[in-house]
Protein backbone atom coordinates (compact mmCIF):
# COMPACT_ATOMS: atom_id res chain seq x y z
CA UNK A 1 0.00 0.00 0.00
CA UNK A 2 0.91 3.59 -0.81
CA UNK A 3 -0.47 6.59 1.36
CA UNK A 4 0.41 9.96 0.33
CA UNK A 5 0.23 13.24 2.31
CA UNK A 6 1.36 16.83 2.66
CA UNK A 7 -0.76 17.97 -0.06
CA UNK A 8 -2.39 21.78 0.62
CA UNK A 9 -3.16 25.36 -1.31
CA UNK A 10 0.16 27.42 -1.50
CA UNK A 11 0.89 30.90 -3.10
CA UNK A 12 2.65 30.78 -6.32
CA UNK A 13 6.22 30.43 -6.09
CA UNK A 14 5.92 28.54 -2.52
CA UNK A 15 7.21 25.17 -1.48
CA UNK A 16 5.76 21.96 -0.02
CA UNK A 17 6.83 18.53 0.72
CA UNK A 18 4.72 15.51 -0.50
CA UNK A 19 5.75 12.22 1.35
CA UNK A 20 4.20 8.87 0.70
CA UNK A 21 4.52 5.51 2.86
CA UNK A 22 4.71 1.96 1.50
CA UNK A 23 3.96 -1.06 3.40
CA UNK A 24 3.34 -4.37 2.21
CA UNK A 25 6.46 -5.03 -0.05
CA UNK A 26 9.99 -4.89 -0.02
CA UNK A 27 10.46 -1.30 -0.69
CA UNK A 28 14.39 -1.64 -1.16
CA UNK A 29 13.51 -3.74 -4.61
CA UNK A 30 11.64 -1.28 -6.38
CA UNK A 31 12.41 2.17 -8.18
CA UNK A 32 9.71 4.50 -7.41
CA UNK A 33 8.11 7.66 -9.02
CA UNK A 34 5.64 10.62 -8.77
CA UNK A 35 3.00 11.00 -11.16
CA UNK A 36 0.60 13.78 -11.52
CA UNK A 37 -2.95 14.52 -12.92
CA UNK A 38 -4.77 17.85 -13.63
CA UNK A 39 -7.99 18.06 -14.64
CA UNK A 40 -6.31 20.15 -18.10
CA UNK A 41 -3.39 17.95 -18.78
CA UNK A 42 -4.18 14.04 -17.76
CA UNK A 43 -1.74 12.12 -16.24
CA UNK A 44 1.65 13.08 -16.21
CA UNK A 45 4.87 11.56 -14.98
CA UNK A 46 7.14 13.44 -12.58
CA UNK A 47 10.07 11.92 -11.06
CA UNK A 48 11.59 8.39 -10.63
CA UNK A 49 14.19 7.34 -8.33
CA UNK A 50 16.33 4.19 -7.98
CA UNK A 51 16.00 1.75 -5.36
CA UNK A 52 18.95 2.81 -3.45
CA UNK A 53 18.25 6.77 -4.51
CA UNK A 54 21.35 7.45 -6.00
CA UNK A 55 19.41 7.79 -9.73
CA UNK A 56 16.87 10.71 -10.42
CA UNK A 57 14.77 11.29 -13.45
CA UNK A 58 12.51 14.32 -13.75
CA UNK A 59 10.33 15.43 -16.56
CA UNK A 60 11.45 18.96 -17.91
CA UNK A 61 9.06 21.34 -16.51
CA UNK A 62 10.14 20.09 -12.67
CA UNK A 63 13.90 19.81 -13.44
CA UNK A 64 15.53 22.46 -11.24
CA UNK A 65 12.50 22.58 -9.01
CA UNK A 66 11.66 19.61 -7.76
CA UNK A 67 13.34 16.62 -5.57
CA UNK A 68 12.04 13.17 -5.06
CA UNK A 69 13.87 11.26 -2.47
CA UNK A 70 14.14 8.30 -0.70
CA UNK A 71 14.12 7.10 2.97
CA UNK A 72 14.90 2.62 2.91
CA UNK A 73 14.49 2.28 6.50
CA UNK A 74 11.63 4.76 6.89
CA UNK A 75 9.96 3.14 3.84
CA UNK A 76 9.07 6.59 2.73
CA UNK A 77 9.02 8.59 -0.57
CA UNK A 78 9.15 12.43 -0.73
CA UNK A 79 8.79 15.10 -3.13
CA UNK A 80 10.06 18.73 -2.07
CA UNK A 81 8.32 21.42 -4.19
CA UNK A 82 9.75 24.55 -5.02
CA UNK A 83 9.19 27.83 -7.15
CA UNK A 84 5.73 26.47 -7.19
CA UNK A 85 3.61 27.69 -10.47
CA UNK A 86 -0.40 27.52 -10.85
CA UNK A 87 0.57 24.62 -13.61
CA UNK A 88 1.88 22.32 -10.73
CA UNK A 89 -1.48 22.25 -9.45
CA UNK A 90 -2.75 18.64 -9.09
CA UNK A 91 -3.31 15.84 -7.72
CA UNK A 92 0.08 13.54 -7.24
CA UNK A 93 0.40 10.55 -7.33
CA UNK A 94 3.01 8.29 -5.49
CA UNK A 95 3.57 4.89 -7.99
CA UNK A 96 5.54 1.72 -7.71
CA UNK A 97 7.64 1.29 -11.37
CA UNK A 98 8.59 -1.74 -12.59
CA UNK A 99 11.51 -1.19 -14.69
CA UNK A 100 11.85 -3.44 -17.98
CA UNK A 101 14.14 -3.73 -21.07
CA UNK A 102 13.51 -2.76 -24.83
CA UNK A 103 14.98 -2.14 -28.05
CA UNK A 104 18.48 -3.02 -26.07
CA UNK A 105 17.90 -0.68 -23.81
CA UNK A 106 16.84 -1.20 -19.78
CA UNK A 107 15.64 2.28 -19.36
CA UNK A 108 11.71 1.63 -19.77
CA UNK A 109 9.01 1.94 -16.97
CA UNK A 110 5.50 1.20 -15.95
CA UNK A 111 3.33 1.77 -12.75
CA UNK A 112 2.15 -1.29 -10.89
CA UNK A 113 0.77 0.24 -7.32
CA UNK A 114 -0.29 3.98 -7.30
CA UNK A 115 -1.59 5.87 -4.09
CA UNK A 116 -4.69 7.50 -3.55
CA UNK A 117 -3.06 10.51 -4.22
CA UNK A 118 -2.58 13.98 -2.56
CA UNK A 119 -3.87 17.33 -4.00
CA UNK A 120 -1.33 20.05 -4.64
CA UNK A 121 -3.27 23.57 -5.59
CA UNK A 122 -1.40 26.41 -6.58
CA UNK A 123 -3.22 30.03 -6.19
CA UNK A 124 -1.85 33.18 -7.56
CA UNK B 1 8.36 14.15 -28.12
CA UNK B 2 6.52 10.68 -28.79
CA UNK B 3 2.44 11.63 -28.42
CA UNK B 4 0.19 9.02 -27.95
CA UNK B 5 -3.39 9.66 -29.05
CA UNK B 6 -6.73 7.99 -27.87
CA UNK B 7 -10.21 8.71 -28.08
CA UNK B 8 -12.51 10.91 -25.61
CA UNK B 9 -14.80 8.04 -25.33
CA UNK B 10 -16.18 4.79 -26.15
CA UNK B 11 -19.57 3.28 -25.40
CA UNK B 12 -20.25 -0.49 -25.24
CA UNK B 13 -23.10 -2.31 -24.62
CA UNK B 14 -23.63 -4.62 -21.17
CA UNK B 15 -21.57 -7.99 -21.84
CA UNK B 16 -20.33 -6.81 -25.32
CA UNK B 17 -17.02 -5.76 -26.01
CA UNK B 18 -15.27 -3.25 -25.81
CA UNK B 19 -12.23 -2.15 -28.10
CA UNK B 20 -10.11 1.45 -26.75
CA UNK B 21 -7.33 2.60 -28.90
CA UNK B 22 -4.35 3.71 -28.45
CA UNK B 23 -2.09 5.41 -31.48
CA UNK B 24 0.91 6.47 -32.06
CA UNK B 25 3.60 6.54 -34.15
CA UNK B 26 5.14 3.35 -35.01
CA UNK B 27 4.02 2.21 -31.88
CA UNK B 28 4.31 -1.33 -32.21
CA UNK B 29 8.22 -0.87 -31.70
CA UNK B 30 7.68 0.13 -27.69
CA UNK B 31 5.53 -1.67 -24.68
CA UNK B 32 2.43 -0.21 -24.07
CA UNK B 33 0.71 -0.18 -20.81
CA UNK B 34 -2.84 0.31 -19.95
CA UNK B 35 -4.31 1.80 -16.53
CA UNK B 36 -8.17 1.64 -15.89
CA UNK B 37 -9.63 4.86 -13.32
CA UNK B 38 -12.60 4.70 -11.22
CA UNK B 39 -14.24 8.27 -10.48
CA UNK B 40 -12.60 9.22 -7.35
CA UNK B 41 -9.83 6.52 -7.48
CA UNK B 42 -6.48 6.41 -8.10
CA UNK B 43 -4.98 4.58 -11.03
CA UNK B 44 -4.84 0.73 -11.18
CA UNK B 45 -2.83 -1.19 -14.09
CA UNK B 46 -4.73 -3.28 -16.00
CA UNK B 47 -2.44 -4.28 -19.16
CA UNK B 48 1.39 -3.88 -19.06
CA UNK B 49 3.92 -4.95 -21.89
CA UNK B 50 1.87 -5.12 -24.60
CA UNK B 51 -0.51 -7.95 -23.39
CA UNK B 52 0.08 -8.81 -19.94
CA UNK B 53 -2.24 -9.29 -17.11
CA UNK B 54 -1.14 -8.20 -13.56
CA UNK B 55 -2.56 -10.87 -10.81
CA UNK B 56 -5.91 -9.79 -9.61
CA UNK B 57 -7.01 -8.64 -13.27
CA UNK B 58 -10.11 -10.73 -15.04
CA UNK B 59 -9.29 -12.65 -18.17
CA UNK B 60 -11.91 -10.43 -19.75
CA UNK B 61 -9.10 -8.00 -20.08
CA UNK B 62 -6.43 -8.44 -22.60
CA UNK B 63 -4.45 -6.40 -25.01
CA UNK B 64 -2.95 -5.57 -28.83
CA UNK B 65 -0.27 -3.72 -30.21
CA UNK B 66 0.50 -3.54 -34.05
CA UNK B 67 1.47 -0.93 -36.46
CA UNK B 68 0.64 2.54 -35.29
CA UNK B 69 -2.64 1.23 -32.61
CA UNK B 70 -2.24 -0.16 -29.52
CA UNK B 71 -5.29 -1.19 -28.11
CA UNK B 72 -7.09 -2.58 -25.02
CA UNK B 73 -10.22 -4.99 -25.45
CA UNK B 74 -12.06 -5.86 -22.71
CA UNK B 75 -14.86 -8.74 -23.48
CA UNK B 76 -18.28 -9.26 -21.90
CA UNK B 77 -18.10 -5.98 -20.27
CA UNK B 78 -19.44 -5.39 -16.76
CA UNK B 79 -21.41 -2.07 -15.13
CA UNK B 80 -18.16 -2.28 -13.50
CA UNK B 81 -16.00 -1.60 -16.33
CA UNK B 82 -17.31 1.70 -16.27
CA UNK B 83 -14.42 3.96 -16.08
CA UNK B 84 -11.19 6.44 -17.71
CA UNK B 85 -8.74 4.26 -19.35
CA UNK B 86 -4.77 5.46 -19.82
CA UNK B 87 -2.31 4.35 -22.56
CA UNK B 88 1.21 4.53 -21.08
CA UNK B 89 4.35 4.30 -22.56
CA UNK B 90 8.46 5.12 -22.13
CA UNK B 91 10.18 7.27 -24.30
CA UNK B 92 13.81 6.58 -24.53
CA UNK B 93 14.95 9.90 -26.49
CA UNK B 94 13.32 12.08 -23.64
CA UNK B 95 13.66 9.61 -21.04
CA UNK B 96 9.87 10.02 -19.81
CA UNK B 97 6.61 8.41 -19.64
CA UNK B 98 4.37 9.28 -22.04
CA UNK B 99 0.24 8.96 -21.20
CA UNK B 100 -2.68 8.88 -23.88
CA UNK B 101 -5.34 11.36 -23.00
CA UNK B 102 -7.53 8.98 -21.88
CA UNK B 103 -11.13 6.92 -23.06
CA UNK B 104 -14.22 7.39 -21.16
CA UNK B 105 -15.45 3.75 -21.32
CA UNK B 106 -19.51 4.23 -20.88
CA UNK B 107 -21.62 1.17 -20.26
Known amino acids: ELVESGGGVVQTGESLRLSCAASGFAFTDFWMSWVRQSPGKGLEWVAN????????WYVDSVKGRFVISRDNVKKSLDLEMRGLRAEDTAVYYCARAQKYCGGGMCRHWYFDLWGRGSQVTVSS | SYELTQSVSVSVALGQTATIPCEGD??????VHWYQQKAGQAPLLVIY???KRPSGIPERFSGTNSANTAALIISGVQAGDEADYFC???????????FGGGTKLTV
Open chain 2, 49 to 51: RDN
Open chain 2, 88 to 98: QMWDTDTGSAV
Open chain 2, 26 to 31: NIESEN
Open chain 1, 49 to 56: IHLDGGEE
